[in-house]
């Protein structure tokens, strides 16, 4: 805390100020903060409270009375509306006798269903905003002379970012320092290449694309590293200015929902019709004589009409989406979109990269070879325990002339000083990495080999050529106390780290004990023979090598800025001088090769990318299961050769590519997708930031990656684990399988009502519901058509769309996206389904009514109780069968209480509307026998066996048959 900034009064940042035209000290100054320590914590939340959360303003929420009211403004509502005012016009013009009873219930109705509109919508729209808390952008910064991330959100003017390859600018800032910094700020200014960076201080006003010594909100660092102090945040930002022009902001409709919103378009005039239609029929079989009896016409049509459509479907579709969601973040996979999820399911290849994903990402060094001999190194992860063993012997226990001795430039001390990873100790006693854990590796085997101490006293970091992925090496230039000239200065030299075939190009020497000899075509042979060894051993290979630099050297190679980033700077890694190569290995993950056995069940293809030596990645992939015996690795440079029909060849026979660059990824995305497959691409670093938008499903590092993978990508893995993917494209599959489910329950249940409806109209004679002086004829009233909607629609589809998994998902063969939510089988089944329904609700009418098929002696009143009964038995019946197309709705039964309660729900309440007086009085209904309940029961079951027999004939005919799911993955609600 003695470090931080103890500046108590810091000038407000001004929108008009041009801080490009300010010195970088006066400007921290100015705004109050240390440029070497940053503000304190104290002083941040001050600053917060201050200036408010760094993000730019969204649409204000929408008002609670908004959302009720819009509850009401579907026009099938508006309709029902206006029936309820012509029903009580006409109770008052008929004299007003008692309660106009049908309104009153249509209207209680009506609330009632408002009210579950209002907070399903509620808890989607919390889900969702939930998700977004998730994958919120976090930000590096200094306070109390420490360095740490926080969300960016809570990024205040005066704090001191530091900026990295792959960060997302969090803020307007003005940089106070910079080494290789190049920002991609397409999105503020549309320049399509990186802005090299500088913190000279500019002489006079510019345009915001040529205003070098600031970063802005939103951009990107592609390369380099600098630190910078926030100038501006939120609104206050450039960002800020351009959000302030945009009047609104359209979201985009997913495939889902479109698809959805489409079939309650066609359903919706569809029924329209058929409610016309009904009407007509009943106003021509009716005795129409009042006013009111035409009411109750146009009430049983207008209620139909309600019943049929599923209004409710949109609300129960994104609440079944977010909360599916969030039970896959809870699993370590957030995904950011609820679009992704149709598309995870759909998943035929999985592109992953191998170091953290497929391996443990515990680096950990376990070879190294020079000319003068070999080591190997104990220990495993790490805690830097373990020794550096010559023949079986501690190093430190010996005096032989090697490579690994506190010499000039060593192989390890050399890897550690051209590294920015730092190992520190947890308070629990573990041990975890800040930085590269490839990097981390040398840090630790320095450790162990007791040259960490020595190193530090004697060698000070001056300069970096930092690392790219194009050039796969960095170097830094460093102090040798140790060594100094006649005239004092001491020795400048730069150390190189990188892959071994790269840094093989830059050596011209190589060292040998304390002598330095020239490098010839023998030993670069050697060099090779050694690296593919390891390679073959599943090591991943790096190599060291030194220039001392002649006086003056390094300051002729600086640019302006102070940086190396000019040719001068990259000139000073040629000419070097090899010390020697290590041996690094990442385990394999133990679930790793689990999930690439499940995703293989699952007719998932998965394809190894990665940076790595090609047998390196061949071995790990053979071990994992990813390839067989005999199968081969391609590397990048082979497929730079290759034109598209080459590639679309090699992509469909090899599942390891290596040593490839991430315009590489592009092009195998691009091939995979030509040949019809729907790919899921891994990536972490900034220049993965394409791959991962043009994959069908990006997938972003959640550890190691940067903010703008984080960013770019569908999907974070927060452990970084490839069973994760396959876990979540399990996931996906049961979420999209359970909107299969309650969108067949809804459609087929609405179909029983408008089927019972349109067939008790045109076959009434035959039915025995005319002659009994009832004005309208009809098989069921407007109010028990609008009951059934409101109790057996939207509890039991929401239990469904959080049903666990009923039969195995896996075992199936990734679903095309052209393949409609809602196919031809499937709407045969919603179609057959509801015949049977109305086919036996009407048998319960006619059971019970003289004159019909089958004589009854009941009244009018309590046959259609039966029928009314029957039908709302018959759908909680269909729930069940709901759960599966083709599995029988015995297997797995109770695995979801919420459904059953909810079928219990149901049942109780339909007990209710028929025995209590108050709601007969308001349904129309009369009490029934327990023999009539029974029969009623007897019925509706003929829906439950009709479906299963269906169900046995579609499995005969090479449906799946029913698969338990492997228990080691949970349903989709816990």
């Given at each position: 805390?003695?470090?931080?900034?103890?500046?108590?009064?810091?000038?407000?940042?001004?929108?008009?100020?041009?801080?490009?035209?300010?010195?970088?000290?006066?400007?921290?100054?100015?705004?109050?903060?240390?440029?070497?320590?940053?503000?304190?914590?104290?002083?941040?939340?001050?600053?917060?409270?201050q200036?408010?959360?760094?993000?730019?303003?969204?649409?204000?929420?929408?008002?609670?009375?908004?959302?009720?009211?819009?509850?009401?403004?579907?026009?099938?509502?508006?309709?029902?509306?206006?029936?309820?005012?012509?029903?009580?016009?006409?109770?008052?013009?008929?004299?007003?006798?008692?309660?106009?009873?049908?309104?009153?219930?249509?209207?209680?109705?009506?609330?009632?269903?408002?009210?579950?509109?209002?907070?399903?919508?509620?808890?989607?729209?919390?889900?969702?905003?939930?998700?977004?808390?998730?994958?919120?952008?976090?930000?590096?910064?200094?306070?109390?002379?420490?360095?740490?991330?926080?969300?960016?959100?809570?990024?205040?003017?005066?704090?001191?970012?530091?900026?990295?390859?792959?960060?997302?600018?969090?803020?307007?800032?003005?940089?106070?320092?910079?080494?290789?910094?190049?920002?991609?700020?397409?999105?503020?200014?549309?320049?399509?290449q990186?802005?090299?960076?500088?913190?000279?201080?500019?002489?006079?006003?510019?345009?915001?694309?040529?205003?070098?010594?600031?970063?802005?909100?939103?951009?990107?660092?592609?390369?380099?590293?600098?630190?910078?102090?926030?100038?501006?945040?939120?609104?206050?930002?450039?960002?800020g200015?351009?959000?302030?022009?945009?009047?609104?902001?359209?979201?985009?409709s997913?495939?889902?929902?479109?698809?959805?919103?489409?079939?309650?378009?066609?359903?919706?005039?569809?029924?329209?019709?058929?409610?016309?239609?009904?009407?007509?029929?009943?106003?021509?079989?009716?005795?129409?004589?009042?006013?009111?009896?035409?009411?109750?016409?146009?009430?049983?049509?207008?209620?139909?009409?309600?019943?049929?459509?599923?209004?409710?479907?949109?609300?129960?579709?994104?609440?079944?989406?977010?909360?599916?969601?969030?039970?896959?973040?809870?699993?370590?996979?957030?995904?950011?979109?609820?679009?992704?999820?149709?598309?995870?399911?759909?998943?035929?290849?999985?592109?992953?990269?191998?170091?953290?994903?497929?391996?443990?990402?515990?680096?950990?060094?376990?070879?190294?070879?020079?000319?003068?001999?070999?080591?190997?190194?104990?220990?495993?992860?790490?805690?830097?325990?373990?020794?550096?063993?010559?023949?079986?012997?501690?190093?430190?226990?010996?005096?032989?002339?090697?490579?690994?001795?506190?010499?000039?430039?060593?192989?390890?001390?050399?890897?550690?000083?051209?590294?920015?990873?730092?190992?520190?100790?947890?308070?629990?006693?573990?041990?975890?990495?800040?930085?590269?854990?490839?990097?981390?590796?040398?840090?630790?085997?320095?450790?162990k080999?007791?040259?960490?101490?020595?190193?530090?006293?004697?060698?000070?970091?001056?300069?970096?050529?930092?690392?790219?992925?194009?050039?796969k090496?960095?170097?830094?230039?460093?102090?040798?106390?140790?060594?100094?000239?006649?005239?004092?200065r001491?020795?400048?030299?730069?150390?190189?780290?990188?892959?071994?075939?790269?840094?093989?190009?830059?050596?011209?020497?190589?060292?040998?004990?304390?002598?330095?000899?020239?490098?010839?075509?023998?030993?670069?042979?050697?060099?090779?023979?050694?690296?593919?060894?390891?390679?073959?051993?599943?090591?991943?290979?790096?190599?060291?090598?030194?220039?001392?630099?002649?006086?003056?050297?390094?300051?002729?190679?600086?640019?302006?800025d102070?940086?190396?980033?000019?040719?001068?700077?990259?000139?000073?890694?040629?000419?070097?001088?090899l010390?020697?190569?290590?041996?690094?290995?990442?385990?394999?993950?133990?679930?790793?090769?689990?999930?690439?056995?499940?995703?293989?069940?699952?007719?998932?293809r998965?394809?190894?990318?990665?940076?790595?030596?090609?047998?390196?990645?061949?071995?790990?992939?053979?071990?994992?299961?990813?390839?067989?015996?005999?199968?081969?690795?391609?590397?990048?440079?082979?497929?730079?050769?290759?034109?598209?029909?080459?590639?679309?060849?090699?992509?469909?026979?090899?599942?390891?590519?290596?040593?490839?660059?991430?315009?590489?990824?592009?092009?195998?995305?691009?091939?995979?997708?030509?040949?019809?497959?729907?790919?899921?691409?891994?990536?972490?670093?900034?220049?993965?930031?394409?791959?991962?938008?043009?994959?069908?499903?990006?997938?972003?590092?959640?550890?190691?990656?940067?903010?703008?993978?984080?960013?770019?990508?569908?999907?974070?893995?927060?452990?970084d684990?490839?069973?994760?993917?396959?876990?979540?494209?399990?996931?996906g599959?049961?979420?999209?399988?359970?909107?299969?489910?309650?969108?067949?329950?809804?459609?087929?249940?609405?179909?029983?009502?408008?089927?019972?409806?349109?067939?008790?109209?045109?076959?009434?004679?035959?039915?025995?519901?005319?002659?009994?002086?009832?004005?309208?004829?009809a098989?069921?009233?407007?109010?028990?058509?609008?009951?059934?909607?409101?109790?057996?629609?939207?509890?039991?589809?929401?239990?469904?769309?959080?049903?666990?998994?009923?039969?195995?998902?896996?075992?199936?063969?990734?679903?095309?996206?052209?393949?409609?939510?809602?196919?031809?089988?499937?709407?045969?089944?919603?179609?057959?389904?509801?015949?049977?329904?109305?086919?036996?609700?009407?048998?319960?009418?006619d059971?019970?009514?003289?004159?019909?098929?089958?004589?009854?002696?009941?009244?009018?009143?309590?046959?259609?109780?039966?029928?009314?009964?029957?039908l709302?038995?018959?759908?909680?019946?269909?729930?069940?069968?709901?759960?599966?197309?083709?599995?029988?709705?015995?297997?797995?039964?109770?695995?979801?209480?919420?459904?059953w309660?909810?079928?219990?729900?149901?049942?109780?309440?339909?007990?209710?509307?028929?025995?209590?007086?108050?709601?007969?009085?308001?349904?129309?209904?009369?009490?029934l026998?327990?023999?009539?309940?029974?029969?009623?029961?007897?019925?509706?079951?003929?829906?439950?066996?009709?479906?299963?027999l269906?169900?046995?004939?579609?499995?005969?005919?090479?449906?799946?048959?029913?698969?338990?799911?492997?228990?080691?993955?949970?349903?989709?609600?816990t």
């Amino acid at each position: 805390m003695g470090h931080a900034a103890s500046f108590s009064t810091p000038v407000v940042a001004d929108q008009e100020r041009d801080w490009a035209l300010v010195d970088g000290p006066e400007v921290a100054t100015e705004l109050g903060t240390d440029p070497e320590h940053g503000l304190s914590s104290a002083e941040a939340a001050t600053r917060l409270a201050q200036h408010g959360p760094n993000e730019l303003d969204a649409e204000p929420p929408e008002p609670a009375w908004k959302r009720l009211a819009r509850q009401f403004s579907d026009p099938l509502i508006h309709l029902l509306l206006a029936a309820i005012v012509i029903s009580v016009a006409a109770w008052w013009f008929e004299g007003a006798q008692g309660l106009p009873v049908d309104a009153v219930v249509i209207l209680l109705i009506v609330v009632a269903n408002a009210i579950i509109g209002y907070v399903q919508e509620g808890k989607a729209a919390d889900a969702v905003a939930a998700l977004q808390r998730m994958s919120e952008v976090t930000a590096g910064v200094v306070r109390d002379g420490q360095q740490l991330r926080v969300p960016a959100t809570e990024v205040v003017p005066g704090d001191l970012l530091v900026l990295a390859e792959g960060d997302s600018v969090p803020a307007d800032a003005r940089l106070l320092r910079a080494s290789s910094l190049q920002v991609a700020e397409a999105s503020l200014t549309g320049e399509s290449q990186p802005v090299t960076k500088s913190p000279a201080t500019l002489a006079e006003h510019v345009p915001l694309g040529d205003r070098t010594n600031m970063v802005f909100k939103g951009t990107a660092v592609t390369q380099g590293l600098g630190r910078a102090v926030v100038t501006e945040t939120g609104m206050g930002t450039e960002m800020g200015h351009i959000a302030r022009m945009l009047n609104e902001t359209e979201q985009e409709s997913t495939p889902l929902e479109k698809e959805i919103a489409g079939v309650g378009k066609v359903l919706g005039r569809s029924v329209i019709v058929i409610a016309l239609v009904v009407m007509g029929a009943v106003a021509l079989t009716s005795d129409i004589r009042t006013a009111q009896d035409a009411v109750d016409v146009l009430l049983l049509g207008v209620s139909l009409a309600v019943a049929a459509v599923p209004e409710g479907l949109p609300a129960i579709l994104s609440l079944v989406l977010s909360i599916g969601v969030q039970a896959m973040s809870r699993r370590n996979a957030i995904i950011k979109s609820l679009s992704s999820v149709e598309t995870l399911g759909s998943a035929s290849v999985i592109c992953s990269d191998k170091t953290g994903t497929l391996t443990r990402n515990e680096m950990t060094m376990v070879r190294v070879r020079s000319r003068s001999g070999a080591a190997e190194i104990s220990g495993v992860g790490y805690a830097p325990e373990g020794d550096v063993l010559v023949e079986g012997s501690p190093l430190l226990e010996q005096d032989p002339e090697l490579d690994l001795r506190e010499e000039d430039i060593v192989v390890l001390s050399g890897g550690t000083l051209a590294s920015d990873a730092e190992v520190r100790q947890e308070e629990d006693g573990s041990w975890s990495v800040i930085g590269d854990p490839t990097e981390a590796a040398f840090v630790v085997a320095e450790q162990k080999a007791g040259l960490t101490q020595r190193r530090q006293e004697r060698f000070t970091r001056i300069g970096e050529v930092p690392f790219t992925s194009d050039r796969k090496m960095m170097s830094v230039v460093v102090e040798d106390a140790d060594h100094t000239d006649a005239e004092g200065r001491v020795q400048r030299t730069l150390v190189a780290k990188g892959a071994p075939d790269v840094l093989l190009e830059h050596c011209t020497r190589a060292r040998e004990g304390e002598r330095v000899v020239d490098l010839t075509a023998a030993d670069r042979e050697q060099v090779e023979r050694d690296v593919a060894e390891m390679s073959d051993q599943a090591l991943r290979t790096l190599a060291v090598a030194y220039r001392p630099l002649e006086p003056g050297e390094y300051e002729a190679a600086l640019a302006g800025d102070g940086s190396l980033d000019g040719e001068a700077g990259l000139a000073l890694e040629e000419g070097l001088i090899l010390v020697g190569t290590v041996g690094i290995i990442d385990p394999p993950r133990t679930e790793a090769a689990e999930a690439v056995a499940e995703a293989h069940r699952a007719g998932i293809r998965v394809v190894m990318i990665t940076g790595d030596h090609p047998a390196t990645a061949l071995r790990i992939a053979q071990e994992l299961g990813i390839v067989g015996q005999g199968a081969r690795a391609v590397a990048g440079p082979e497929l730079d050769g290759m034109d598209d029909a080459q590639l679309r060849e090699v992509v469909r026979e090899v599942s390891v590519f290596a040593r490839v660059a991430p315009e590489h990824k592009l092009q195998l995305i691009a091939a995979l997708q030509a040949e019809g497959q729907i790919v899921s691409m891994t990536g972490d670093g900034v220049n993965d930031a394409p791959a991962l938008r043009k994959a069908d499903i990006g997938v972003a590092m959640g550890v190691t990656g940067t903010e703008v993978s984080k960013q770019a990508a569908d999907m974070i893995l927060v452990d970084d684990n490839f069973s994760t993917i396959v876990s979540a494209v399990r996931q996906g599959r049961v979420i999209f399988a359970n909107i299969r489910k309650f969108l067949r329950y809804l459609l087929s249940s609405n179909m029983g009502e408008v089927l019972t409806m349109f067939l008790g109209v045109m076959l009434a004679e035959y039915l025995g519901l005319t002659g009994h002086g009832e004005a309208v004829v009809a098989p069921l009233l407007a109010t028990q058509i609008l009951w059934i909607n409101l109790v057996t629609d939207s509890a039991p589809a929401l239990a469904m769309g959080i049903d666990p998994e009923t039969e195995d998902v896996m075992a199936a063969r990734p679903r095309p996206l052209s393949e409609r939510v809602i196919n031809t089988r499937m709407w045969t089944g919603i179609l057959t389904i509801g015949l049977v329904m109305a086919v036996v609700t009407l048998l319960a009418l006619d059971m019970e009514l003289p004159g019909g098929l089958v004589e009854g002696h009941q009244s009018v009143e309590n046959a259609r109780t039966a029928a009314f009964t029957t039908l709302v038995l018959a759908q909680l019946f269909n729930a069940l069968n709901s759960r599966s197309e083709t599995v029988s709705a015995f297997h797995r039964l109770f695995t979801n209480r919420w459904l059953w309660l909810s079928l219990a729900f149901g049942l109780v309440s339909q007990v209710a509307v028929v025995h209590v007086p108050f709601l007969q009085a308001a349904f129309g209904t009369e009490a029934l026998t327990l023999d009539q309940w029974l029969k009623c029961l007897a019925l509706a079951s003929c829906v439950l066996w009709f479906d299963e027999l269906r169900k046995v004939v579609l499995r005969w005919r090479g449906e799946p048959a029913p698969a338990e799911p492997t228990p080691r993955l949970e349903p989709a609600l816990t």
